[in-house]
């Protein structure tokens, strides 16, 4: 077999990860458990493993290719991801945690307590919404992944993935996903760091600087690929250095790597992803549920700690790594990008990375790394959205006296028919590019939770009726501004549709919810939540 | 270092501010909880 070593490593990474879903299949034995860990993980774990919810694919995979193809312009998806992390633990974070509730519907009802089947309805909706389409570039990346190390076809790569993460899911409940997820980005930051520093001395004889100066002379591959002449000299090259400067030589006026602009859209389509990502981390809930696994909130501030200082080494890190990987794989990108193969010169380029400088043994743990990104990253967004489905929809409206049981088996029944629709969406959506379904999803997030969330905690005038009616009418115009982008409409509305709906959806979401606040009444519980949330 | 292409000195910018800003609004919370 033609990558037999490191197929070994990522079969032995998911054995490791299996292994931890049986080990805490006991702890799945009460909803608490199942749902946070019984709020009793250490900061420690809790950290790391919010470390590697937050480091998914898109961040593995696909902003050290959007380095490597587009130079410097690709890290502020980076810089996106960071800085919007920093913004909910500045906004959310500490009130939610205070308030003590497990999902985002939890919050809302504990300030309203008028309309809560409504509220729990919409809010149920939006997070089905939000996880299957998050799950979808999960699965599509480990599509690609699979595809590199075992020329398998799309389709038994896909089923594979996804009964893999329900399986996590189902076996493991929170606390084994935790555990995961903590080992996991541990694998993720380790590679990461370890591509850098054998990186530079492998390529720049141990001189970072080389990194530095080789950027200022590349060329961003998606550039050159436009000129024939350029990719030809490239080809013809012997070595990746050589390309480089043979590239130079030919479009010796064209941006650098290190120059801003290269990759940036048009204003409209820019604008529409930067509210995505700034307000998008606010309303995703398998981001938000990790500040409930520790038991209290001194302990959720520590698990920030440990967080915001892994990402930051993290984010700074794979700027570099992904403009080794350009220099590195400088002719193979171009050659991949003139042969049509996008998608896969964008998704995998670190894999190939530590194909190129370590051989088979750096490409197995990349790839187990990348595999672990996408499972821990799949696991933590299926836990959320059967929380919701089973603690908002069954326990909220369906049937309000119900058991612990019979909640965890609607819960585990949910995990699997969501894997079911996140599969079947992977199979449609294939040939969609991962990063951009990625930013939809943030986009679908800014436009639902994001608003009503953050307006909750540090707004008293917002009513009952205006949580529902601006949840609802984000839901309903990013998902159709998202399905007219699947769907290749060109317009919608009399509207462009533009790579993210946010443009349009956050502003309609933010309109309706004030203007309805202004026409309605019901504020809630507003002075004892309050109270609760800033711990006064 | 001092010579890096200001686009990397200003994504690096961002990620300490995000850093240090994160530091001490968690040491603001500390100690508005020991009081």
């Known amino acids: 077999m033609e990558n037999l070593v490191a197929l070994i490593i990522v079969g032995l990474g998911i054995g490791l ?64 991801f960071f800085a919007a992390w920093v913004v909910v633990l500045l906004t959310i974070a500490s009130p939610l945690k205070n308030v003590g509730k497990f999902t985002a519907a939890d919050v809302l009802n504990a300030r309203f307590t008028e309309h809560t089947k409504k509220i729990r309805t919409v809010a149920m909706f939006s997070t089905l919404a939000l996880c299957v389409m998050y799950l979808v570039p999960q699965i599509v990346g480990a599509g ?41 980005g541990s694998i993720l930051f380790g590679a990461m760091l370890f591509l850098l520093i054998y990186g530079v001395i492998h390529l720049f004889g141990g001189n970072p600087g080389g990194v530095i100066t080789a950027a200022e002379t590349m060329v961003p591959v998606k550039l050159a690929a436009g000129n024939a002449q350029a990719v030809t000299a490239a080809a013809a090259a012997a070595s990746p250095g050589a390309a480089v400067d043979a590239v130079r030589a030919i479009m010796s006026d064209a941006p650098s790597a290190v120059t801003p602009g290269v990759g940036l859209r048009d204003f409209a389509n820019q604008s529409s992803l930067v509210i995505a990502l700034f307000l998008g981390v606010l309303g995703l809930p398998h981001i938000l549920i990790k500040f409930y696994t520790v038991s209290n909130a001194s302990d ?77 990253t799949s696991a933590g967004l299926l836990i959320s959205a059967t929380s919701s489905l089973s603690h908002d ?39 969609e590019n991962v990063a ?11 436009s639902t939770f994001a608003p009503v969330l953050v307006l909750t905690v540090w707004w008293k005038g917002l009513t009952s009726q205006a949580v529902v009616w601006g949840m609802a009418s984000g839901l309903v115009f990013s998902l159709l501004f998202t399905f007219s982008k699947f769907f290749g409409l060109k317009t919608m509305l009399g509207l462009d549709v533009l790579v993210n709906p946010a443009l349009y959806s956050v502003p309609i979401a933010i309109l309706v919810t004030v203007v309805v606040s202004m026409m309605t009444s019901d504020c809630g519980d507003t002075e004892e939540f309050m109270a609760k949330a800033h711990g006064k | 270092v001092a010579v890096m292409p200001i686009a990397i000195w200003g994504g690096l910018v961002v990620i300490i501010s995000g850093v240090i800003i994160t530091r001490l609004y968690l040491n603001k919370m500390d100690s508005e909880e020991n009081e």
């Not at chain 1, 038994?156 to 493991?172: N, Q």
């Not at chain 1, 951009?436 to 800014?446: K, N, Q, R, S």
Request: glycine share 12%.
């Open chain 1, 144 to 184: 690609y992944l699979f595809g590199l190390l075992l020329g398998w076809d799309y389709l038994p790569t896909v089923l594979v993935t996804g009964s893999l993460m329900a399986l996590f899911v189902i076996v493991g409940g929170m606390k084994g996903t935790s555990y995961n997820q903590a080992i996991q």
């Open chain 1, 300 to 376: 959720a501030r520590k698990s920030a700690e440990i967080t915001i200082w892994g990402l930051a080494v993290f984010y700074a890190a794979i700027f570099f790594v992904g403009l080794i990987a350009m220099y590195a794989l400088y002719p193979d990108l171009l050659k991949m990008i003139v042969h049509g193969e996008v998608g896969k010169a964008k998704n995998m380029t670190m894999p190939m990375l530590g194909d190129v400088l370590g051989g088979q043994v750096l490409l197995g743990v990349i790839a187990a790394g990348a595999m672990a990104a996408m499972l821990s």
């Open chain 1, 436 to 446: 951009m379904l990625v930013g939809m999803c943030f986009g679908i997030a800014a």
């Open chain 1, 17 to 80: 990860s299996i292994w931890i879903s049986f080990y805490h299949r006991a702890s799945t034995g009460s909803t608490a458990n199942f749902y946070v860990a019984g709020g009793g993980l250490s900061p420690r774990v809790n950290g790391l493993a919010m470390l590697g919810d937050y480091a998914s694919a898109a961040s593995f995979l696909g902003v050290a290719g959007a380095v490597a193809l587009q130079g410097v312009d690709g890290w502020w998806l980076a810089i996106g």
């Open chain 1, 393 to 431: 929809l069954y326990k909220g409206v369906i049937n309000p006296n119900s058991t612990d049981v019979q909640e965890l088996r609607f819960a585990k029944m949910g995990a699997f028919f969501l894997a079911i629709i996140a599969i079947a969406m992977s199979v449609w959506l294939k040939n």
